[in-house]
């Protein structure tokens, strides 16, 4: 059997050439659920009246706060405000912050809002993470801060972040909202991302490791940092009717607190699950040649949220969409995270120069497989062997 034959006979086998699926019915990508803790939790707030910020946001503040080994935390609406509370409560209108152009859009979209200039960073290829060296090389006399995000739940490289702060007198703003729970090592041993940086800021969107429909919240380690953030969530009110401040009402209400405090119960378990299921991933991926799996930040232990592989396209005669819409055919659903760097988003364009060229290239060949607490060895080896079989029909 000549080359060409044997690939034409593997195209073949693809379910959407009408060959047989590897899983009778898609595997479900993520499970979002509530469970029914959840729900009495929240019919307890209904039932008490107390729907306003709380006890139990409160309480959740408290729990989150030492969970992520943080001296403060203070919830709010949702995590795009968390960023906001954030960057208005360490920035001056005009600054420049630098930010990774590989990232979701409200990392940057906020400093905007808040009147702020980003400068935009690369990524390293392996972690997809911000590139502290590229970052190093962009601070000038204007640099006032960084904001980087823990993508996909993999901590940065938060030392290296840190070195480079303390030399240029930098401010630093980590975006948790895809790593809840996410820790990192080092010379004081295992530390929650909490312990770093001057502001932690944490999305609780439904789709979250701990979701609650909308929510959010800031962590911080300074007294004053903490005053200023509370002040800004709620109209910079120090007493009834005096307020120091401009301010917005960002806050949360006691029945996503409550749902939010029963999902915390359990989430150290669900998210030790999920690191399993990036293990058992790493090892199956790591046998497919031209299909990669994410690196590592060293030290790091990642929260999971997503599970981004990348493509060698050079190994395939097909574009990433070519390949993911095959896998999606024999049961495998895959998303995008994302089909575009921030460069190349409209709303930024006048603050574009240039287009780092590791974001640019990640756009084209990041896939993300399911990914969530429930996955089991077993369906993740078929979900290995579905993208093996893919790779196999596509490979040069």
């Known amino acids: 059997m000549t080359q060409a034959t044997a690939s034409h006979t593997r195209a073949q086998n693809l379910a959407q050439n009408g060959g047989t699926p590897v899983f009778d019915s898609p595997v479900a990508f993520m499970r979002p659920q509530l469970q029914p803790q959840d729900v009495e939790a929240a019919h307890e707030v209904l039932k008490s009246g107390m729907l306003r910020a709380a006890g139990m946001c409160g309480e959740l503040e408290t729990r989150f706060a030492q969970a992520s080994q943080a001296k403060h935390a203070l919830t709010c609406a949702n995590g795009t405000c968390a960023l906001q509370l954030a960057y208005g409560s360490l920035f001056e209108r005009g600054d420049e912050v630098l930010v990774p152009a590989w990232t979701y859009i409200a990392t940057a979209s906020m400093l905007v809002a808040a009147g702020l200039k980003p400068v935009w960073v690369d990524s390293l290829e392996d972690t997809m993470q911000i590139d502290v060296a590229d970052a190093a090389k962009k601070v000038t006399s204007k640099t006032k801060g960084i904001a980087a995000t823990h993508l996909y739940g993999m901590p940065v490289d938060v030392h290296a972040i840190s070195e480079l702060a303390e030399a240029n007198n930098l ?85 996503t607190g409550a749902i939010g405090c029963s999902r915390l119960d359990r989430l150290l378990d669900e998210t030790n699950a999920r690191r399993a299921a990036a293990d058992q991933y790493d090892k199956v991926l790591g046998e497919i040649d031209g299909v990669i799996p994410p690196g590592r930040t060293k030290g790091a232990d990642s929260a999971w949220h997503l599970y981004t592989a990348k493509l060698d396209l050079d190994q395939f005669d097909c574009d990433r969409d070519s ?54 060895g077993a369906t993740i080896d078929r979900i290995g062997e579905a993208v093996a079989k893919v790779a196999a029909a596509y490979r040069r």
């Open 323 to 376: 390949f993911t819409k095959a896998l999606n055919a024999e049961g495998v659903p895959t998303a995008v995270h994302y089909p575009r760097s921030l460069t190349h988003q409209p709303a930024f364009k006048e603050y574009v120069t240039d287009h780092p060229p590791v974001a640019e290239a990640l756009a084209s060949k990041v896939f993300c497989l399911p990914m969530h607490h429930e996955l089991d």
């Open 171 to 255: 401010k630093v703003v980590y975006d948790c909202a895809q790593s809840h729970l996410a820790t990192v090592g080092g010379p004081n041993g295992t530390q929650g991302i909490g312990t770093f940086g001057d502001a932690c800021t944490y999305s609780f969107y439904a789709t979250k490791n701990l979701g609650t429909g909308e929510g959010g919240i800031v962590t911080v380690n300074d007294d004053t940092l903490a005053h200023d953030v509370a002040l800004l969530r709620s109209h910079g009110e120090t007493d009834k009717y005096l307020h120091e401040r401009i301010g917005f009402n960002y806050r949360m209400n006691d029945i």
